[in-house]
């Protein structure tokens, strides 16, 4: 169980990662689009805003510079 957490909240990052990279002063991507993409993953947003992987605007998310060197890592 513990590493599907872990496989969504890398496929998360990977989705903000590409949306950041195309639009690196925006970046932004609604809630509405990761739950297409993911499933229910509300949990795993959580995480990575709390770790500051992500950070929250409403129901946007956008990946941070630590959330970058994470993914890529």
């Known amino acids: 169980m513990h590493r ?3 496989a969504q909240r890398h496929a998360a ?3 903000l ?3 950041r990279v195309k639009q690196p002063d925006a ?9 297409d993409a993911l499933g229910e993953c509300e ?8 770790v500051e992987h992500v950070k929250r605007n409403n ?8 959330g970058v060197l994470a993914y890529e890592a």
């Open 4 to 6: 599907a957490g872990a």
């Open 43 to 50: 949990f795993a947003l959580s995480v990575l805003a709390e």
């Open 17 to 19: 990662y590409s949306a």
């Open 59 to 66: 129901y946007q998310y956008r990946i941070t510079g630590a």
């Open 27 to 35: 970046g932004w991507v609604p809630l509405t689009d990761l739950r």
């Open 13 to 15: 990052l990977g989705l």
